[in-house]
């Protein structure tokens, strides 16, 4: 299936939590700029509307929170969405197959730039996709399967950092202690420290040096540069890090939970 060429307008999807804001580092700024940057690349045009849920948990329903609300009112035949992954349009693997047939009727393409490029998960479809040649449409019955599995993912992940928080592992974490893990994480070195006569907790002591090639891929990565572009800037910029490997950037930016200043 090739998604329905006619394009009108094209809206970007963004959505964090306070929980994420405050503790994973996940940012508005940052979902709107690679949403820009895909659409320019894909259609040469600039985003029609953003619609941004700031504070909204994915658990809630797309249809209960108040900017994707807006969005399902206002898309119409021919629109693009655009989002950068599956978890920020939803953690439910339920609401998501609900929405997807809706998308579909109403002629939307979605994309999940950041996840799956320039792959569509729902497209429009055309006046052959009826009777018996639509229930065997290879593409639509892959992507139900690859949001289904992807989406009970985030569910689980989801899940297991309420359970950090209900143990309070998160509130350690905000005050610059280990919640777990082999290895030193980079920026940081271990320092332990005792509580009482038994309990004893990791500290995490930044190292200055590490902690401003950490501030200059995040800049990096703001600026929309890929992991590889990454690596490459930091081998040269530092000396002190000739070998630094795009899959150590990728580690170091996409890690949760590991102390403030990570």
Not at 113 to 130: A, L, M, N, R, S
Not at 136 to 161: Q, R
Not at 192 to 198: D, H, I, K, L, Q
Request: glycine share 6%.
């Amino acid at each position: 299936m090739i998604p329905n060429k006619q394009v009108n307008n094209i809206y970007g999807y963004v959505r964090v939590s306070t929980l994420e804001q405050a503790r994973n580092g996940s940012s508005i700024e940052l979902q709107k700029d690679m949403i820009t940057e895909f659409v320019k690349d894909k259609y040469n045009r600039e985003v029609t509307e953003f619609f941004a849920d700031e504070g909204v948990s994915g658990t809630i329903p797309i249809l209960d929170r108040p900017e994707s609300r807006r969005l399902t009112d206002v898309m119409d035949e021919h629109d693009v969405i655009v989002t950068t992954r599956l978890d920020r349009f939803s953690r439910s693997s339920k609401n998501l197959l609900n929405i997807m047939p809706v998308l579909e009727d109403t002629k939307v393409t979605l994309f999940f730039c950041e996840q799956f490029g320039d792959i569509p998960i729902v497209y429009p479809k055309t006046k052959e996709d009826k009777g018996l040649g639509a229930r065997f449409d290879m593409n639509e019955i892959t992507n139900k399967i690859m949001v289904m599995v992807l989406s009970a993912t985030a569910e689980i992940e989801h899940g297991t950092i309420m359970d950090r928080l209900g143990d309070g592992k998160v509130d350690w974490a905000e005050k610059g202690y280990s919640i777990g893990g082999n290895g030193r994480p980079f920026g940081y070195e271990k320092v332990e420290e005792r509580f009482g006569a038994t309990k004893i907790r990791t500290k995490l002591v930044p190292i200055p040096k590490e902690q401003e090639v950490i501030e200059f891929m995040k800049r990096a990565r703001k600026r929309g540069l890929g992991y590889k572009k990454i690596s490459a800037q930091v081998e040269s910029r530092f000396p002190d890090f000739p070998d630094f490997p795009y899959h150590k950037v990728k580690r170091v930016l996409t890690r949760k939970f590991q102390a403030k200043a990570s």
